[in-house]
């Protein structure tokens, strides 16, 4: 923490053709006309800015998910940047080593500007971080997992555009793609050597879950919040939209030559192809995953000054269904929530169907899903799911900035139709 100074980037939005299916042209809509947008590497505790150029014919907004961001440069959905102008987003990032991630955050159009591109990698590192012997370097490897469907000219679908019988129905549910990328490639391969490698996947998906396995032992180690308090050996990892896991993956365990396969076991259909990895070269590991990997502050609901409740149901809006919190679609102007900067507060989710709920501002820590406490030690989050009819309890701190921020689903078309929330740390 605290190394001071400022770093600085540009952004521009643009519209621009890139190949992601072989030999075809695929116009997107990207962070400086590429999709993902360019991964930005950042420092706890020294400043970020971002120039925001909006070279789109249309009015666009950024945020940085899992940011703790004063409210003028967290993207609050209203606080657009119309077409020509730019703007600077400053992130102190006065908090831990962690895989972010910065996506457009328009209200009402999250779901399809995500979707034609604009979405990329954002990694925090900090000195407690880099004094653990984990692979880092070229063996730290960001990937951003997301779904997108194409025409046969290669041109992205999305249904909303195209206003065919049954598009209300598909958009109802969430926006699901038939080819998962990763990096915006289907299917690639990474080379790898016989060593151990930190894989940082981001679901930047609009709506898909994702049971990730390899079919050998994967060791987490971090998740939306940073480090975990200690690796956790697993044989899948359930990936929700807008969550991240820091896996640890040792290919020393494989052959040179051997190829190891990550799939996705959710969901069906020939979603099941994300990316593959050829061990094609011994190398030298020094790397290990230590038994401790951080101190989590357990946060105490007991101290908690509030408890609130979040219904995260559908309803009749406009006439029609759409998503709600606590029966109201979103109105940027209505603060559902109040909470005083330093208070703890117990968040109570409930949902009808499934909705990956997103917090801004402060990480929190689940206490229970459905009454029980999850194993193992807290950890910190910012994105949860919740599976049909669940109820949550999350706790968390509202620190260091007051002002407007929002929670939503993080399925991107729940979003857009309305089912996000403002709250004010006052
Ligand atoms: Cu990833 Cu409010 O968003
Ligand atoms: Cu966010
Ligand atoms: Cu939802």
Same mark, same amino acid.
């Given at each position: 923490?605290?190394?001071?100074?400022?770093?600085?980037?540009?952004?521009?939005?643009?519209?621009? =053709?890139?190949?992601?299916?072989?030999?075809?042209?695929?116009?997107?809509?990207?962070?400086?006309?590429?999709?993902?947008?360019?991964?930005?590497?950042?420092?706890?505790?020294?400043?970020?800015?971002?120039?925001?150029?909006?070279?789109?014919?249309?009015?666009?907004?950024?945020?940085?998910?899992?940011?703790?961001?004063?409210?003028?440069?967290?993207?609050?959905?209203?606080?657009?940047?119309? @077409?020509?102008?730019?703007?600077?987003?400053?992130?102190?990032?006065?908090?831990?080593?962690?895989?972010?991630?910065?996506? %457009?955050?328009?209200?009402?159009?999250?779901?399809?500007?995500?979707?034609?591109?604009?979405?990329?990698?954002?990694?925090?590192? #900090?000195?407690?971080?880099?004094?653990? @012997?984990?692979?880092?370097?070229?063996?730290?490897?960001?990937?951003?997992?997301? #779904?997108?469907?194409?025409?046969?000219?290669?041109?992205?679908?999305?249904?909303?555009?195209?206003?065919?019988?049954?598009?209300?129905?598909?958009?109802?549910?969430?926006?699901?793609? #038939?080819?998962?990328?990763?990096?915006?490639?289907?299917?690639?391969?990474?080379?790898?050597?016989?060593?151990?490698?930190?894989?940082?996947?981001?679901?930047?998906?609009?709506?898909?879950?994702?049971?990730?396995?390899?079919?050998?032992?994967?060791?987490?180690?971090?998740? %939306?919040?940073?480090?975990?308090?200690?690796?956790?050996?697993?044989?899948?990892?359930?990936?929700?939209?807008?969550?991240?896991? %820091?896996?640890?993956? #040792?290919?020393?365990?494989?052959?040179?030559?051997?190829?190891?396969?990550?799939?996705?076991?959710?969901?069906?259909?020939?979603?099941?192809?994300?990316?593959?990895?050829?061990?094609?070269?011994?190398?030298?590991?020094?790397?290990?995953?230590?038994?401790?990997?951080?101190?989590?502050?357990?946060?105490?609901?007991?101290?908690?000054?509030?408890?609130?409740?979040?219904?995260?149901?559908?309803?009749?809006?406009?006439?029609?269904?759409?998503?709600?919190?606590?029966?109201?679609?979103?109105?940027?102007?209505?603060?559902?929530?109040? @909470?005083?900067?330093?208070?703890?507060?117990?968040?109570?989710?409930?949902?009808?169907?499934?909705?990956?709920?997103?917090?801004?501002?402060?990480?929190?820590?689940?206490?229970?899903?459905?009454? =029980?406490?999850?194993?193992? @030690?807290?950890?910190?989050?910012?994105?949860?799911?919740?599976? %049909?009819?669940?109820?949550?309890?999350?706790?968390?701190?509202?620190?260091?900035?007051?002002?407007?921020?929002?929670?939503?689903?993080?399925?991107?078309?729940?979003?857009?139709?309305?089912?996000?929330?403002?709250?004010?740390?006052?």
């Amino acid at each position: 923490r605290g190394t001071g100074g400022t770093d600085f980037y540009e952004l521009t939005e643009r519209a621009a =053709e890139v190949e992601v299916l072989p030999g075809l042209r695929t116009p997107i809509q990207g962070y400086g006309g590429t999709f993902p947008g360019p991964t930005i590497q950042a420092r706890s505790g020294r400043r970020t800015a971002v120039k925001l150029i909006n070279q789109l014919g249309e009015p666009t907004v950024l945020h940085l998910h899992g940011g703790h961001t004063p409210p003028e440069s967290d993207g609050f959905p209203t606080d657009l940047v119309a @077409p020509g102008a730019s703007r600077e987003y400053v992130f102190p990032l006065e908090q831990r080593a962690a895989t972010l991630w910065y996506h %457009d955050h328009t209200m009402d159009y999250t779901g399809p500007r995500v979707w034609r591109g604009l979405a990329g990698m954002f990694v925090v590192r #900090d000195a407690e971080e880099e004094a653990l @012997p984990l692979p880092s370097g070229e063996r730290d490897v960001p990937l951003l997992i997301c #779904d997108r469907s194409f025409a046969a000219d290669g041109t992205l679908l999305y249904p909303a555009l195209g206003g065919r019988p049954g598009v209300r129905e598909a958009y109802m549910g969430g926006v699901l793609g #038939d080819v998962i990328l990763v990096n915006g490639a289907p299917w690639p391969e990474l080379r790898v050597a016989n060593a151990r490698y930190r894989l940082r996947l981001c679901n930047a998906s609009n709506a898909r879950v994702y049971e990730l396995a390899t079919g050998g032992p994967m060791v987490r180690v971090g998740g %939306d919040g940073g480090l975990l308090a200690a690796p956790r050996t697993v044989e899948r990892l359930r990936l929700a939209p807008g969550e991240r896991a %820091d896996v640890v993956i #040792d290919f020393s365990a494989y052959r040179v030559g051997q190829r190891v396969e990550l799939r996705n076991l959710a969901g069906e259909g020939a979603q099941g192809r994300v990316m593959r990895f050829a061990i094609d070269r011994p190398e030298r590991d020094d790397s290990a995953v230590p038994p401790r990997l951080s101190a989590v502050e357990p946060l105490d609901p007991s101290r908690a000054k509030v408890t609130r409740d979040f219904a995260f149901t559908s309803g009749s809006m406009h006439g029609g269904v759409g998503w709600l919190i606590n029966g109201r679609p979103f109105d940027s102007e209505r603060m559902e929530a109040r @909470p005083r900067l330093g208070d703890i507060e117990v968040w109570r989710l409930t949902s009808d169907v499934a909705h990956p709920v997103h917090v801004h501002l402060d990480h929190f820590q689940v206490l229970s899903v459905n009454g =029980e406490r999850p194993s193992g @030690p807290p950890e910190w989050k910012d994105t949860v799911e919740l599976r %049909d009819a669940q109820t949550v309890e999350i706790v968390t701190r509202f620190t260091d900035y007051r002002g407007r921020y929002v929670l939503h689903c993080h399925n991107l078309e729940h979003e857009d139709m309305a089912m996000m929330a403002a709250f004010e740390v006052v």
